[in-house]
């Protein structure tokens, strides 16, 4: 006899956790039967799977050789029984993308939202990655398409950019900030500050527009902090760590900890989607919604 689904996750819980006790909590289930069916699973296979006492379990080589063997199983199983439950729910395929939290806004929401109400077939499947991990995952076919903040600096012939938002940036202070009052800043005004940044190994183009546009006004910027997500520097921010020159959209993510003063001559951020050359079926439809939405917005928006 084979061994059953339930056979199998309750040997896979028991082999992760080394321990019936948890793996029994993790499955929902007493432990006499989480025991009885590593009983029957250990019957069908002639062998025994664990060493255990009062108070260790541990896998026997057999046991160790058995899960090597089976642990992607389950995962392929559950996926199997995903995509079933998908078709009979009229979803027949799947589109993968990835965002930045630079960019979640409205216009984001409402594309997806505008894209599901036209393509119901589609399951949309969303990741917050950085730039640079999207455009690996882009290139490894692992995404569909990812909308990577700003056009991604080198060259990526298999991938095109389609422009979809502009944004201006502005300044983040703390709140209590002695520049935090002001209507609009000259970005020259930041020349002493202490700065917190996106790092550039995550997010490389914006990281360079920040410093480029920073030197453009005379200084170089004192950066102190970095991190790979946008949203996380407006926490900072907002902590008091430093100050930011970060898209306007993400004032949203800080409340009232944190304000943002647009800047004089502000440098403006264009936001791209990218995805393959030749794109089709569902990524085909998705980059067509995208590229309605865009053409809609005023200009500059």
Request: glycine share 8%.
């Amino acid at each position: 006899m084979e061994p059953t689904f339930r056979e199998l996750q309750c040997f896979a819980a028991v082999a992760e956790t080394l321990s019936f006790t948890r793996a029994a909590r993790r499955l929902y289930l007493s432990q006499p039967p989480l025991s009885r069916h590593i009983r029957t699973l250990e019957e069908k296979l002639g062998v025994r799977l664990f060493e255990r006492d009062r108070r260790t379990v541990a896998l026997t080589p057999a046991g160790a050789f058995f899960y090597e063997e089976t642990r992607g199983l389950l995962p392929q199983l559950e996926r199997a029984g995903e995509g079933a439950r998908r078709a009979v729910r009229g979803e027949t395929a799947r589109l993968r993308l990835g965002f930045v939290s630079a960019v979640l806004s409205p216009e984001l929401v409402e594309c997806f939202r505008r894209f599901r109400a036209e393509q119901p077939h589609v399951q949309l499947g969303v990741q917050d990655l950085s730039p640079a991990e999207q455009l690996t995952a882009l290139d490894s076919g692992a995404l569909n398409g990812g909308f990577v903040g700003l056009l991604p600096q080198g060259r990526w012939p298999r991938l095109r950019f389609l422009p979809w938002r502009k944004e201006p940036l502005d300044v983040f202070l703390p709140a209590g900030h002695p520049l935090a009052g002001r209507k609009r800043l000259e970005l020259a005004a930041l020349a002493g500050e202490a700065f917190v940044a996106v790092s550039p190994g995550s997010a490389p183009a914006f990281a360079t527009l920040v410093r480029e546009a920073c030197g453009a006004a005379g200084f170089a910027p004192r950066i102190l902090l970095e991190s790979p997500r946008a949203q996380a520097v407006a926490v900072m921010v907002a902590a008091g760590c430093g100050v930011a020159l970060l898209p306007r959209a993400l004032a949203q993510a800080v409340g009232g900890a944190a304000v943002a003063v647009p800047l004089r001559r502000a440098p403006v951020v264009t936001h791209v989607f990218a995805h393959p050359a030749r794109p089709s079926g569902p990524l085909a439809a998705f980059v067509k919604t995208l590229a309605t939405l865009g053409a809609r917005r005023p200009p500059g928006v």
